[in-house]
């Protein structure tokens, strides 16, 4: 079975700062990874994926994250965030198909300070 | 991009009375969508994958006579709770699986905004 976990509940970084959000999973075969945005009573916005090939990919908003097969991670990143950042971020597994499930990690809480 | 849209945004029920929840994929055909249920606070659980023209496949714990999927067209998928208790209250999305062009198996998942449904 497919899994994800995120092991930081919660991040507080100030403006301007680095940031970097884990992400590990579980799949038995090449996986489909996914980091999606929440923003609060909101849906879930697409900031970047990874099917194949070049294994750091960008996204929207200038974050971008970095496929480690070897470590089965897949950590998001952006070198300097801003304050309309602060959202609920996942990280989701999928597998090949048509119609592929995903399975999302609990979660990461950032919230910026000024 | 994609556009999902869901509706109502949010509704108010009486315990023992159903709602329907609409998820329409507004630019695109979606012969796949899912629905999803979150917690406050929490993350995504699926509960069903909605396919077009056929039975919904339901997530193991999922109560496939109290929450409904019908996927009736290319572009529209209805959740369903029947006989609503406050336990039900929850946030729900939807989202619609579509391909991307030049093949390879990529794909996204388009997420609609969500409803909240509280049952009173």
């Known amino acids: 079975a497919q899994s994800v976990t995120q092991p930081d509940i919660h991040i507080t970084v100030s403006e301007g700062a680095s940031l970097e959000l884990r992400c590990n999973y579980s799949?038995?075969?090449?996986?489909?990874l996914f980091w999606y945005v929440q923003s609060p009573g909101q849906g879930l916005q697409l900031l970047l994926k990874?099917?194949?090939?070049?294994?750091l990919v960008q996204g929207i908003k200038g974050f971008e994250a970095e496929f480690k097969r070897s470590q089965s991670s897949f950590n998001l990143r952006k070198p300097s965030v801003h304050w309309s950042d602060a959202a609920e971020y996942f990280c989701?597994?999928?597998?090949?198909?048509?119609?592929?499930?995903?399975?999302f990690g609990t979660g990461t809480r950032l919230q910026v300070t000024l | 991009g994609a556009v999902v849209s869901q509706h109502p945004s949010w509704v108010i029920c009486k315990s023992g009375t159903s709602v329907k929840i609409e998820c329409r994929s507004l630019?695109?055909?979606?012969?796949?969508m899912f629905w999803y249920r979150q917690f406050p606070k929490q993350s995504l659980m699926l509960m069903a994958t909605?396919?077009?023209?056929?039975?919904?496949?339901?997530e193991q714990g999922v109560e496939k006579d109290k929450f409904l999927i019908n996927h009736a067209s290319l572009t529209l998928s209805t959740l369903t709770v029947t006989s609503a208790h406050p336990e039900d209250s929850s946030f729900y999305i939807c989202?619609?699986?579509?391909?991307?062009?030049?093949?390879?198996?990529?794909?996204?998942?388009?997420f609609g905004p969500g409803t909240r449904l509280t049952v009173t």
């Open positions: 909605s396919n077009e023209g056929s039975k919904a496949t339901y």
């Open positions: 799949y038995g075969a090449t996986p489909y």
């Open positions: 630019d695109f055909q979606a012969t796949t």
């Open positions: 989701a597994v999928g597998g090949t198909g048509t119609a592929s499930k995903l399975t």
């Open positions: 989202s619609a699986h579509q391909g991307l062009a030049g093949g390879g198996g990529g794909y996204e998942q388009y």
């Open positions: 990874y099917f194949s090939g070049d294994t």
